[in-house]
């Protein structure tokens, strides 16, 4: 293998060198005849560019050169050796003169400024003042051509040159291809040219195929002025072509290989066959020896016991491992009945059956008996044997015993453990179906819970592919927080309960019944029922959930509301059917108590707006569409404006500006109530900004603050970075917010307000919780008497008597009074007359934006109603 090798790899490698240096000459080969094309390209274009240079030189010293002129310059150009095919002359950019004029007359007055295609290199050409190569590109009169563009530099008569214009010589593309040789047919290489970028790489391939760059050719860089090319060479028919000797020399050296191996191969194999033959000897005495040790200590190990018998004389051979079997001592030569008599009783007849069949019928003898030593241990064996002739052609039969009593117990304790383990098995079941039962119900009530429920919509939107028709209703029990407050949760856990019993005593045994949370019920039925139906159930379920119950010798009674909602054969989930139930359930105890709602398309309609509307209020704030509006109030005596109220507005994307009735009660649902109240506060210090720089006498502005925003701590952190003057800034407080209950967190949070030199007014009074106490504790610095109250004043006297006596408990305490809803100047006299200090409404001036209020300020229009109505 080491001869076969060293010769395999010297004439790889002499071939190898041989390919290698081919190669190399054919590089070489390339590279002289790409040398030469490459040298006469750029020594054409070189000479043609020289050419006109010429020309350059000549129009410099002559700037008024004539058409004449110009013309027996060309031909003295044309003259020589070129491949130019025309030259112009472009004063200012505008072409003047071609040369030869014949085909190239559209050219004359061509504007290089007016072109977008070439207006670039024009522009170079004077940005540079050296002459700019372009292309190749295709021409206009046909064929290609490289164009190269030359700034004439004039004298300007100051001592100073200047831009005259400049020189395009047109070189033609497919003469210079010639010139250089590339069109030859002696020519041996495949040629690609390339223009070049300035960052060095290739660029848009303009001659050849372009696969010749990624194929390592030889390239050569062509220059001329500021461009450059690259041309790259291959040979014809690619690098990988052999030599033309090649097989020459492999033949050979495979020869010569072949005389030097053969020889060598043969003494090995003769050496290989003798080292198979020994180690064939040596292997099998290994077998040998070892399949005799392996047996012997398989039979130590298992405890076998090897046995003959000679059929015709009926000797039995034992050997020491049979002995010991049996518990007999001896020479190991014993007879049959030596066998027979250590059989046990119960197994005798049938141990000397299968052995008298064995030996009849010459078959292999398989069997298991038992035995008794002679201290009276009872062994468990197994037998096996087999029938053969020695060379006498005596019948005799050989086979193994081997003790398992081991295996029998095992496998009866095996027996005992399944069983064993079955027991457990069924226990354990038990005891994992208790659990999920546990798991799904209900502890209390033993009614299915919210899990048992989600996986019953599954299976039930499981059914088929279209959904199976359902109805759900969802119970919610009233007054149920009121007995556990009162009669503790033995009386509430007492009430679930009877609930439940009574859910399932007035529904079908098909009817899924579940309790999903503290005092909600959910029934299914799997099918849809009429609005008479779903009536009468619902009624019915009502009914029995109002049945009292006594506990403690308490009689303990609830409501209940329900939410139905049913679905046909329709496309949506199970899950949106209990969705729906509940929005019903909620419109039910929006009404009221003991009252039963269905879900309609009303109802879908109401939820979707609703969310609808919360997310464009939440869009909103993002971007700032709440905004303030302004109503001025007015001093009831002189009727000069003596504070403003800053009322929130929502200029809506789509239905423009919009009132707090639109958006407040689902403000106040998503919890974003204080951030319009903080939106419109900032507002509203903004335009009192705006009021003093425009000299206007308005003393202070109001600003709603909701329960929500009042406990709001950012609201003291935005305070504190303000400078206000005393009295210029107040709080309205609506009356419902409830101060009684509230108490000792109202009357903190207002008194650290009031630190602030910030004013309180209770809004809307008379409508709402504020007891005379509560105004004590707060001592507001106004009451707004709301317009519910004023509106009657004109036609009834004791609305009049009213009012007058919310005056007179302002006055006792100090406090001033504002009156809304003025919505006639004769309000506005008797309201003045009972001793409101301010007023407030739509007889004098109604909400509007900061610009709007700046400029009704300074118009005072409202003074011209003074005598006429109120004095």
Same mark, same amino acid.
């Given at each position: ?100 004029? !014949? ?90 040219? #390339? ?55 492999? @033949? ?27 180690? #064939?000897?040596?292997?099998? &005495?290994? &077998? ?97 044997? !087999? ?109 679930? +309960? ?84 509940? @929005? ?42 709440? @905004? #303030? ?10 009727? &000069? ?34 951030? @319009? ?123 009049? +008597? ?29 309201? +003045? ?25 300074? /118009? ?7 005598? /006429?109505?109120?004095?």
């Amino acid at each position: 293998m080491i001869v076969v090798i060293a010769v395999a790899i010297a004439v790889v490698y002499a071939d190898q060198q041989k390919q290698r240096l081919y190669q190399e000459n054919i590089r070489n080969r390339v590279a002289e005849e790409l040398g030469l094309v490459r040298a006469r390209l750029e020594g054409g274009i070189t000479a043609n560019i020289q050419l006109v240079q010429g020309l350059v030189a000549v129009i410099e010293t002559e700037p008024d050169i004539s058409a004449e002129r110009f013309a027996t310059l060309g031909v003295r150009i044309f003259e020589t050796s070129h491949q130019l095919r025309n030259i112009a002359a472009a004063p200012d950019l505008v072409v003047k003169y071609v040369y030869p004029l !014949t085909g190239n007359q559209p050219l004359i007055g061509f504007d290089y400024r007016r072109s977008e295609a070439q207006r670039a290199a024009a522009e170079r050409v004077r940005e540079t003042g050296k002459y700019v190569a372009t292309g190749p590109v295709d021409l206009v009169q046909g064929g290609r051509g490289l164009i190269v563009r030359y700034p004439v530099i004039v004298p300007n008569g100051h001592g100073g040159r200047t831009f005259w214009g400049l020189i395009a010589a047109v070189i033609d593309i497919d003469r210079l291809y010639e010139y250089g040789g590339l069109t030859s047919n002696t020519l041996d290489i495949d040629v690609a040219i #390339a223009t070049k970028a300035e960052d060095g790489s290739v660029g848009k391939v303009f001659f050849g195929d372009a696969s010749l760059f990624a194929a390592a050719p030889v390239a050569m860089p062509i220059s001329f002025g500021s461009e450059s090319w690259e041309i790259v060479a291959a040979p014809k028919g690619g690098w990988n072509q052999p030599a033309p000797d090649l097989w020459v020399s492999r @033949i050979l050296m495979l020869v010569v290989g072949l005389m030097i191996v053969a020889p060598v191969a043969w003494i090995a194999r003769l050496l290989s066959e003798r080292q198979a033959n020994i180690a #064939a000897l040596r292997q099998r &005495e290994e &077998e040998l020896r070892a399949l005799s040790h392996r047996l012997e200590i398989a039979l130590e190990a298992s405890r076998i016991g090897v046995w003959e018998l000679d059929i015709g004389s009926g000797e039995l051979n034992w050997d020491a491992r049979m002995q010991k079997l049996y518990g007999v001592e001896g020479d190991g030569h014993y007879t049959y009945e030596t066998w027979r008599d250590a059989l046990h009783p119960d197994d005798l007849a049938e141990a000397e059956q299968v052995f008298a069949r064995a030996m009849e019928s010459g078959k292999d003898y398989v069997t298991e008996f038992r035995v008794m030593t002679a201290d009276g241990e009872v062994r468990h064996v197994r037998a096996y044997g !087999t029938t053969y002739r020695d060379s006498r052609f005596r019948k005799k039969l050989v086979g193994v015993n081997w003790n398992v009593t081991a295996d029998i117990r095992l496998q009866q304790e095996l027996r005992d453990a399944k069983q064993q383990a079955e027991m457990q098995n069924r226990e354990l079941e038990q005891a994992r179906q208790h659990m999920e039962h546990n798991s799904l119900h209900d502890a209390l009530t033993n009614l299915p819970n919210r899990r048992y429920l989600d996986q019953y919509l599954m299976r039930l939107d499981a059914v088929s592919e279209t959904q199976a028709p359902a109805t759900v209703l969802h119970i919610d029990l009233d007054r149920f927080k009121d007995i556990n407050d009162t009669l503790g949760h033995g009386a509430g856990d007492a009430i679930l +309960r009877h609930v439940a019993i009574k859910l399932r005593e007035n529904t079908r045994v098909e009817d899924f019944v579940a309790r999903i949370g503290g005092d909600e019920f959910v029934v299914v039925c799997a099918d849809t029922l009429t609005d008479h139906e779903f009536g009468e159930l619902a009624r019915r379920l009502i009914d029995a959930i109002n049945t009292p119950i006594v506990h403690c010798g308490h009689e303990c009674r609830v409501g209940a509301s329900i939410g139905i909602a049913t679905r046909e054969l329709s496309d949506f989930k199970a899950e949106q059917l209990l969705v729906n139930a509940d @929005i019903a359930l909620y419109e039910a105890k929006r009404h009221g108590r003991n009252r039963v709602e269905r879900y309609t398309d009303r109802l879908k309609s109401l939820t979707i707006n609703t969310k609808k509307t919360a997310d464009a209020v939440l869009k909103s704030l993002d971007q700032n569409d709440f @905004i #303030a509006y302004f109503q001025p109030q007015f001093d009831a005596h002189t009727l &000069e404006i003596n504070g403003v109220e800053a009322l929130a507005r929502w200029n809506h994307p789509e239905e423009g500006i919009l009132g707090p009735d639109s958006f407040l009660k689902i403000a106040e649902s998503l919890n974003v109530v204080s951030q @319009i109240d903080a939106a419109i506060l900032d507002q509203a210090l903004l335009q009192r900004t705006r009021w003093l720089a425009n000299d206007l006498a308005i003393d202070k502005v109001s600003v709603n603050i909701s329960a929500q925003r009042l406990f709001d701590e950012s609201l003291l952190q935005r305070l504190d970075g303000l400078d206000l003057v005393p009295g210029s800034l107040s709080f309205e407080l609506l009356e419902s917010i409830s101060f009684d209950d509230k108490g000792a967190a109202v009357t903190s949070s207002i008194e650290r307000i009031k630190a602030y030199g910030i004013d309180i007014e209770i809004d809307d009074f008379g409508t709402g919780y504020a007891s005379i106490l509560s105004l004590l504790k707060l001592s507001p610095r106004r009451l707004k008497i709301d317009r519910q109250l004023t509106a009657p004043i004109i036609v009834s006297s004791a609305q009049r +008597r009213l009012i007058s006596s919310i005056v007179d408990i302002g006055r006792s305490l100090g406090i001033e009074i504002v009156a809304e809803g003025v919505e006639t100047m004769h309000h506005a006299a008797i309201l +003045r007359d009972l001793g409101c200090q301010t007023l407030q409404g739509y007889a004098l001036a109604r909400p509007m934006d900061g610009n709007a209020l700046i400029e009704f300020a300074r /118009a005072r229009t409202w003074m011209q109603h003074r005598t /006429a109505e109120v004095g």
